[in-house]
């Protein structure tokens, strides 16, 4: 090999983040360890081995502070505390170390656009105390007319009238979440000790919660009425973020081996590419949402005019579009999921006829695009949405704030006319308990669960996973082991083959002399894959999901759901 192809091959700036596999975890719907019916702790602790024998680098573990649970812990009271349903630190000094043990590393949630309302700053602020006065949002005006027309991502007003200082506070979610005002130095000092704290205790990196909403307008000006959400062209992205988020970076990550992953709604390619690396704001990967929406209406997740309709080609646009755009200028994360979303085999996939089929497709693709994968608990098994048939069945402070919006404004006279919506988009489908094995509620708890079990888990658990070597679960294991054996999926140049294709979706990684071809009949019927220019006679099958895949990529009709992975170097 000449130093010309021994340069071209190796893969450029190697970072453990990129070559991750990411598993992340929602504790109240995990495991329960002491029978309380809310998952703990210990409980994750006892699955340390599991997440090893599948085979993920990092766990992402979503809030497990102190808190009131207004919005299961996104609402924090203390960020140096677990929340008592949860453990204590010793369980969690404990978990941290059961994971690096097996080197798996650990990511934190790091929620700081918002407090809760009974956070101490908070306490203090709407007394004015010892020079917390300017730590939130705080706007005189009379009680009956909000400082502006912002709206709430969880529905109303963004402000509430406080009766304790006579003031409006701003909350870009519920109001027991009130916005910290990143101006104000003593916050932002505040804050990076506690992201110190947090790193001094061995922690790995941070997923970093709205971490684009951080930067308010001076002057609180209106936002344009028409606007889905109104007022989110002023607060995503705002005018100092890239200086606060600089901030975090030279003042506190820099000084680690840390990874981030900032959540970024409302974020295209090119603002995107002023936050990620050493040149931007200093971040590893951001989440993006373009593709998230993708089945919304004109009018959002909840807009009961139009919802669940998207077409392939243009999916295949929007994840393109990052997947060449931020090559060598960023880094992408890949996802079709988390706590706050739709089970993926439901959404994406096909949760009946095609079950483990278009979970196995999904597996496919979460683990040969480019970027980091991240996957959720439960899809390794294909965990599906629940059923609701009453709102009170609802849990989610999202989606009842929707519900009742739409009631309010008389969108909606009854909930029977969202209902289906509801059952397609509610955050709840992914935080109905972990389904571990067939006996009562899952295995998840020994006593009353906090949300209901799916009725599905006798037959979709773990433990039927484990004894079918054929199964969802082996599949993602599988898959998971060929992107860490082979460098072209992690850092390979990602080309779209047949981008108008409705059911096919087709593309190649390249590394070198390294050449994948991945193939996916994202559709239930049986479809043919157009090669176009390329040349696939010497295709060799890496794996797929179904027996006897087609030898060579266009020769036959790819099966409803079929995935299937050739190398073309041969
Ligand atoms: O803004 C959005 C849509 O316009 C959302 O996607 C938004 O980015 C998302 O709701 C933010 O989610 C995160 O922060 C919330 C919390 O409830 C979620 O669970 C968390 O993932 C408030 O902390």
């Known amino acids: ?7 071209m091959s190796a893969p450029p700036d190697r970072e453990w983040w990129k070559e991750a596999v990411v598993y992340e975890i929602y504790p109240r719907s995990f495991n329960d360890a002491d029978g309380d019916g809310i998952g703990d702790l210990p409980g994750i602790t006892e699955k340390v081995e599991y997440l090893d024998r599948l085979g993920v680098d990092v766990v992402w573990l979503c809030p497990v502070y102190d808190s009131p649970n207004h919005d299961n812990g996104y609402d924090i009271s203390d960020y140096r505390a677990i929340m008592d349903e949860f453990g204590t630190i010793a369980d969690w000094d404990e978990l941290l170390a059961e994971l690096h043990a097996r080197d798996i590393r650990l990511i934190m949630d790091l929620v700081v656009n918002h407090t809760s309302d009974e956070h101490e700053w908070f ?21 009956d007319e909000p400082p502006n027309n912002w709206e709430s991502i969880f529905g109303g007003s963004a ?6 200082r006579e003031e409006w506070y701003l909350h870009l979610f519920h109001e027991s979440q009130p916005d910290l005002n990143w101006r104000t130095p003593d916050v932002r000092a505040d804050v990076k000790e ?12 941070f997923r970093m919660d709205a971490i684009n909403l951080l930067s308010k307008p001076a002057g609180y000006p209106d936002g344009d009425p028409t606007a889905s959400l109104v007022g989110e062209e002023l607060f995503f992205n705002g005018p100092r973020l890239t200086a606060y988020l600089r901030e975090l970076y030279d003042d506190v990550l820099s000084n680690y081996d840390a990874m981030t992953v900032a959540e970024m709604a409302n974020t295209d390619i090119e603002t995107a590419v002023e936050y990620l690396g050493e040149e931007g704001a200093g971040l590893d990967m951001i989440f993006q949402f373009e593709h998230m929406k993708i089945d919304w209406g004109p009018r959002g997740k909840y807009d009961p005019e139009g919802w669940g309709e998207f077409d392939l080609p243009e999916l295949k646009e929007i994840l393109s579009r990052w997947q060449t755009r931020l090559r060598d200028r960023g880094w992408n994360s890949v996802f079709l999921g988390n706590h706050d979303q739709a089970r993926i085999v439901s959404r994406f996939g096909d949760d009946d006829e095609y079950h483990e089929e278009s979970a196995t497709l999904l597996a496919t693709f979460l683990l040969t695009m480019g970027g980091t994968p991240y996957l959720y608990q439960g899809d390794e098994i294909g965990m599906t949405n629940f059923e609701f048939d009453t709102f009170d069945e609802v849990n989610d402070v999202e989606t009842i704030g929707a519900v009742e919006d739409l009631l309010r404004r008389g969108v909606v006279d009854s909930f029977d006319e969202v209902r289906d919506l509801v059952n397609y988009a509610s955050r709840d489908h992914a935080r109905t308990p972990m389904q571990w094995d067939t006996t009562d509620n899952a295995g998840f708890t020994n006593g009353e669960p906090w949300l209901p079990v799916n009725e599905n888990y006798p037959e979709i658990n773990v433990q039927a996973a484990l ?3 054929d199964s969802v679960w082996y599949y993602y294991q599988r898959l998971i082991d060929l992107r860490h054996d082979e460098d072209v999926f992690v850092y390979g140049e990602y080309d779209l083959l047949c981008p108008d294709d409705e059911r096919i979706y087709a593309y190649t990684r390249t590394l070198g002399d390294d050449v994948m071809l991945v193939v996916l009949n994202w559709s239930a019927e049986s479809a043919r894959f157009d090669a176009g220019g390329i040349d696939v006679a010497d295709a060799a099958v890496v794996v797929g999901n179904y027996d006897d895949p087609p030898v060579t990529p266009d020769e036959e009709a790819l099966r409803p759901y079929e995935a299937v992975v050739y190398r073309l170097d041969a």
């Open 1 to 7: 090999m000449n130093d010309r192809d021994a340069t």
């Open 123 to 143: 306490r203090r602020s709407r007394r004015r105390e010892g020079g917390y006065d300017d730590y939130y949002h705080w706007r005189d005006g009379s009680p």
């Open 159 to 164: 402000w509430t009238y406080d009766e304790v």
């Open 194 to 205: 506690m992201m110190t704290w947090w790193l001094e205790k061995g922690i790995d990196g």
């Open 467 to 469: 004894a079918d070597p």
